[in-house]
């Protein structure tokens, strides 16, 4: 299993950026995945997790209305879309697979993408 | 502030015992499995143990873990350098209806 993360980088408060993971390694539609994030010398914090389908999604309410999960099964990569983003939302963006479904642990991370959100 | 609780730290020498606890309520830890992952300072979290005491292929067997009632725990026995390290509680909150994890403790080998 790989995952890798990209489309970090530095946006002004209010911008908006959308994260890509390319997954492999496994058959990406049968599993749920999510996106963890860690601000700087901070602990681990849920963002949000999109069902294999795609269909179901959950969100951390700090991002809820701001930001938006989606993947595509054919190109095996699952996004984040970021919108109005404020200074509390610099962190390491770390993608993770799901065991199975919504609900269940994250059994392989990758290895993370920074965004920093400053003027 | 997080819904589950975990000490900022632990520490002992190598060879002892060391316990990490995690306390949470009957929405997330009473009521779900609890997972463990532990966090090499500069490097991604990696699963350490799920459904409260199940360990991964290729996490060596003096970690082990345990729940009961609100409250899960790590423990590592035979504690080794490699070991220093931060660890993160989490599990899924049936309120919430999202994951939460636990602030992380810092294990210091002495």
């Known amino acids: 299993v790989q995952l890798l993360e990209s489309g970090g980088g530095l946006v002004q408060p209010g911008g908006s950026l959308r994260l890509s993971c390319a997954a492999s390694?496994?058959?990406?539609?049968?599993?749920?995945m999510t996106w963890v994030r860690q601000a700087p010398g901070k602990g681990l914090e849920w963002v949000s997790s999109?069902?294999?389908?795609?269909?179901?999604?959950d969100y951390a309410d700090s991002v809820k209305g701001r930001f938006t999960i989606s993947r595509d099964n054919s190109k095996n990569t699952l996004y984040l879309q970021m919108s109005s983003l404020r200074a509390e939302d610099t962190a390491l963006y770390y993608c993770?697979?799901?065991?199975?479904?919504?609900?269940?642990?994250?059994?392989?991370w990758g290895q993370g993408t920074l965004v920093t959100v400053s003027s | 502030q997080s819904l589950l609780t975990q000490p900022p730290s632990a520490s002992g020498t190598p060879g002892q015992r060391v316990t990490i606890s995690c306390s949470g309520s009957?929405?997330?830890?009473?009521?779900?499995?609890v997972h463990w992952y532990q966090q090499i300072p500069g490097t991604a979290p990696k699963l350490l143990m799920y459904?409260?005491?199940q360990r991964p292929s290729g996490v060596p067997d003096r970690f082990s873990g345990s729940k009961s009632g609100t409250s899960a725990s790590l423990a590592i026995s035979g504690l080794q350098s490699e070991d220093e390290a931060d660890y993160y509680c989490?599990?899924?909150?049936?309120?919430?209806?999202?994951?939460?994890f636990g602030p992380g403790t810092e294990v210091t080998v002495l």
């Open positions: 993770a697979k799901l065991r199975a479904a919504i609900g269940t642990y994250f059994d392989y």
């Open positions: 390694g496994f058959i990406f539609s049968n599993y749920a």
């Open positions: 999109i069902s294999g389908s795609g269909d179901d999604t």
């Open positions: 009957t929405s997330n830890v009473g009521t779900n499995s």
């Open positions: 459904s409260n005491n």
């Open positions: 989490a599990t899924w909150d049936d309120s919430l209806n999202g994951y939460v």
